[in-house]
């Protein structure tokens, strides 16, 4: 095992790492912003380096900065969390260059991987039903229109580099082809450094299902069961839980062994997401994460395994020591992101001292956050500031713990979506589970 790992990111993921660290008996290095020296994640640290200015592309997103804290340091690994540089393959192979043990998949799974048409072609050679579409970029306007006649419109254009939302172009008719593919094109260049653009059919109602994978060196692979995510605004994920409750058991286990055998054909090792989509009974391979996600907590509460920590063990080169039948779904848990937002003025960031910070307790409440009373809550980076964990023995119950911890959590000093979680419990659609990704969307308005 590792005697000194940087947690090369901050807030509530840093802090999860950190902890998962201590547990294990490894060291910790934290690196900051100027943004985050008072505070944060610094705390939990044993030592901690300042990498730069708030601005993520000076620190954070820093290559050099974030090796050269390793260095001095004299950490052995490093853990990249999730967003920042999670899932840049370039930085993975130069952590490897520089004799660092990078916690997470091989640079080269991650590239494979990470190109959503290797993927999709990957997963087919893996029989893992993919989303109906080419495999391959779309160079011509033809391409896209044969897959609408194939399947009928819509059809959705995605961006060969896009991912969590960003770089989809919903077409619902030939006449539009020709400008979304253009518009698809110019924004991958743009937000992705890459042009290159593939069709699907777009599932206008679906589930987002996501399973997580963990997988070591030693050839062993397993799943720890599926994530429901399709409480969405704008693609950012509002509330997630598991297990999911419109999957049956036979499903559940399709989905599960499916999952193992796309990401075993690719080589994969470390902690990883495979996401899909479920509509009328059937689920179509949509993308990987190659990274441990913000909402891999739910999954942790129902299967009492600690991702993180298996992540650090399998960097180490240990073995999985769980087979797949020693992995049970027992309860029902849900997470809700505490954002510094303002849901009453379309959810706009919300910034300011945290005056009041009372969080829930009590039985089934996990709180993973970084702040305390007093912190200064910027703008800097993304509004999440915690994360609130219930979990119970069941859905039914886990609805009515989350009212109750949701209704003690204070914070005061700036808006959060508190307000608006506490409304979704009472509503209809979601609290019978039958919530698809467009649903709140259009009950917000969005889609109009
Ligand atoms: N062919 C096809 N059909 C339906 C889809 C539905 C989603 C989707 C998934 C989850 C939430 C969404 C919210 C609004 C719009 C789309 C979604 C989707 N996403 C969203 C982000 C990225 N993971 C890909 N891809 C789709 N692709
Ligand atoms: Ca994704």
Sequence with gaps: MFSKVLVANRGEIAVRVMRACEELGVRTVAVYSEADKHGGHVRYADEAYNIGPARAADSYLDHEAVLDAAEKAGADAIHPGYGFLAENAEFAAKVDDRGFTWIGPD?????????????????????????????????????????????????????EGGGGGRGLKVVHSEDEVEEQFETAQREGEAYFDNDSVYVEKYLEAPHHIEVQIIADHHGNVRHLGERDCSLQRRHQKVIEEAPSSILTDDLREQIGEAAKRGVDAANYTNAGTVEFLVEDGEFFFMEVNTRIQVEHTVTEQITGIDIVKWQLRIAADEELAFEQADVDIEGHAMEFRINAENPAKNFEPASGTLETYDPAGG??????????????????????????????????????????????????????????????????????????????????????
């Design 107 to 159: 640079a080269q799974a991650m590239e494979s991987l990470g190109e959503k048409t290797k993927a999709r072609s990957l997963m087919q050679e893996a029989d893992v039903p993919v989303v109906p579409g080419t495999t391959e970029p779309v160079t011509s306007v033809d391409e896209i229109t044969d897959v609408a006649e194939e399947y009928g419109y819509p059809v959705a254009i995605k961006a």
């Design 363 to 448: 039985i089934g409440v996990r709180i993973d956050d970084a702040i305390r009373q007093g912190d200064e809550i910027g703008g800097d980076y993304d509004s999440m500031i915690a994360k609130l964990i219930i979990s119970a023995g069941d859905r039914e119950e886990c609805l009515t713990r989350s009212e109750r911890a949701l209704s003690e959590f204070e914070i005061e000093g700036f808006h959060t979506i508190i307000p608006f979680h506490r409304l979704m419990l009472t509503d209809e659609a979601f609290s019978n589970g039958e919530h698809t990704t467009n649903y709140l969307d259009e009950v917000l308005d969005h889609s109009r």
